[in-house]
Nanobody, 125 residues
Framework: VQLQASGGGLVHPGGSLRLSCAAS????????MAWFRQAPGKEREFVAI?????????NYAVSVKGRFTVSRDNAKNTAYLQMNSLKTEDTAVYYC??????????????????WGSGTQVTVSS
Protein backbone atom coordinates (compact mmCIF):
# COMPACT_ATOMS: atom_id res chain seq x y z
CA VAL A 1 0.00 0.00 0.00
CA GLN A 2 1.32 3.42 -0.95
CA LEU A 3 -0.03 6.61 0.57
CA GLN A 4 0.39 10.16 -0.71
CA ALA A 5 -0.68 13.07 1.47
CA SER A 6 -1.34 16.49 0.02
CA GLY A 7 -3.15 19.75 0.72
CA GLY A 8 -0.88 21.35 3.28
CA GLY A 9 0.10 25.00 3.18
CA LEU A 10 0.25 28.30 5.01
CA VAL A 11 -2.95 29.60 6.59
CA HIS A 12 -3.85 32.33 9.07
CA PRO A 13 -5.21 31.48 12.51
CA GLY A 14 -8.91 30.75 12.24
CA GLY A 15 -8.55 29.53 8.68
CA SER A 16 -9.23 26.14 7.12
CA LEU A 17 -7.40 23.52 5.11
CA ARG A 18 -8.36 20.13 3.74
CA LEU A 19 -5.74 17.42 3.56
CA SER A 20 -6.07 14.44 1.25
CA CYS A 21 -4.45 11.02 1.42
CA ALA A 22 -4.57 9.00 -1.78
CA ALA A 23 -3.96 5.27 -1.42
CA SER A 24 -2.92 2.72 -4.00
CA UNK A 25 -2.70 -1.04 -3.59
CA UNK A 26 -4.41 -3.14 -0.97
CA UNK A 27 -8.08 -3.08 -0.03
CA UNK A 28 -8.63 0.53 0.97
CA UNK A 29 -12.06 0.04 2.51
CA UNK A 30 -10.73 -2.52 4.97
CA UNK A 31 -8.01 -0.29 6.42
CA UNK A 32 -8.33 2.13 9.25
CA MET A 33 -7.07 5.48 7.95
CA ALA A 34 -5.49 7.77 10.49
CA TRP A 35 -3.83 11.15 10.63
CA PHE A 36 -0.87 11.96 12.82
CA ARG A 37 1.19 15.12 13.10
CA GLN A 38 4.65 16.03 14.26
CA ALA A 39 5.80 19.49 15.22
CA PRO A 40 9.49 20.41 15.43
CA GLY A 41 11.08 18.99 18.55
CA LYS A 42 7.97 17.03 19.48
CA GLU A 43 6.86 13.45 19.16
CA ARG A 44 4.46 12.30 16.50
CA GLU A 45 0.93 12.56 17.86
CA PHE A 46 -2.41 11.10 16.90
CA VAL A 47 -4.96 13.41 15.32
CA ALA A 48 -7.89 11.39 13.99
CA ILE A 49 -8.94 8.01 12.65
CA UNK A 50 -11.58 6.73 10.27
CA UNK A 51 -12.15 3.09 10.99
CA UNK A 52 -12.32 0.68 8.07
CA UNK A 53 -14.11 -2.60 7.52
CA UNK A 54 -17.37 -0.74 6.97
CA UNK A 55 -17.50 0.42 10.58
CA UNK A 56 -17.86 4.06 9.57
CA UNK A 57 -16.85 5.42 12.94
CA UNK A 58 -14.25 8.01 13.84
CA ASN A 59 -12.15 9.10 16.80
CA TYR A 60 -10.30 12.33 17.46
CA ALA A 61 -7.61 13.71 19.69
CA VAL A 62 -9.04 16.00 22.33
CA SER A 63 -7.04 18.92 20.95
CA VAL A 64 -8.79 18.80 17.57
CA LYS A 65 -12.25 17.48 18.40
CA GLY A 66 -14.92 19.85 17.14
CA ARG A 67 -12.53 21.54 14.73
CA PHE A 68 -11.25 18.71 12.54
CA THR A 69 -13.27 16.16 10.60
CA VAL A 70 -11.87 12.94 9.16
CA SER A 71 -13.65 11.25 6.28
CA ARG A 72 -13.02 8.80 3.48
CA ASP A 73 -14.23 8.00 0.00
CA ASN A 74 -13.71 4.29 -0.55
CA ALA A 75 -14.62 4.60 -4.23
CA LYS A 76 -11.71 7.01 -4.70
CA ASN A 77 -9.33 5.28 -2.27
CA THR A 78 -8.86 8.60 -0.55
CA ALA A 79 -9.05 9.83 3.02
CA TYR A 80 -9.51 13.45 4.03
CA LEU A 81 -8.87 15.65 7.02
CA GLN A 82 -10.91 18.85 7.06
CA MET A 83 -9.29 21.31 9.46
CA ASN A 84 -11.26 24.35 10.58
CA SER A 85 -10.56 27.06 13.15
CA LEU A 86 -6.87 26.40 12.84
CA LYS A 87 -4.56 27.52 15.63
CA THR A 88 -0.84 28.24 15.63
CA GLU A 89 -0.33 25.11 17.71
CA ASP A 90 -1.70 23.04 14.82
CA THR A 91 1.48 23.79 12.89
CA ALA A 92 3.18 20.49 12.07
CA VAL A 93 3.91 17.99 9.37
CA TYR A 94 0.78 15.90 8.93
CA TYR A 95 1.02 12.23 8.01
CA CYS A 96 -1.62 9.78 6.93
CA UNK A 97 -1.35 6.18 7.99
CA UNK A 98 -3.18 2.95 7.20
CA UNK A 99 -3.45 -0.36 8.97
CA UNK A 100 -5.35 -2.44 11.45
CA UNK A 101 -4.68 -0.82 14.79
CA UNK A 102 -5.77 -2.39 18.05
CA UNK A 103 -8.88 -0.71 19.42
CA UNK A 104 -7.24 0.05 22.75
CA UNK A 105 -4.22 1.72 21.16
CA UNK A 106 -5.37 3.28 17.92
CA UNK A 107 -3.61 6.50 18.87
CA UNK A 108 -0.19 4.84 18.90
CA UNK A 109 1.83 5.46 15.77
CA UNK A 110 3.40 2.00 15.84
CA UNK A 111 0.02 0.40 15.27
CA UNK A 112 0.03 1.38 11.60
CA UNK A 113 1.86 -0.45 8.88
CA UNK A 114 1.70 2.06 6.03
CA TRP A 115 2.64 5.75 6.05
CA GLY A 116 2.47 8.64 3.65
CA SER A 117 5.32 11.09 3.17
CA GLY A 118 3.76 13.97 5.09
CA THR A 119 2.51 17.43 4.20
CA GLN A 120 3.43 20.64 5.99
CA VAL A 121 0.73 22.73 7.65
CA THR A 122 1.77 26.13 8.94
CA VAL A 123 -0.65 28.33 10.85
CA SER A 124 0.73 31.81 11.25
CA SER A 125 -0.37 35.41 11.12
Amino acid sequence: VQLQASGGGLVHPGGSLRLSCAASGGTFSSYAMAWFRQAPGKEREFVAISWGRNRGSTNYAVSVKGRFTVSRDNAKNTAYLQMNSLKTEDTAVYYCAAGYPIMSSYNAWNGYRYWGSGTQVTVSS
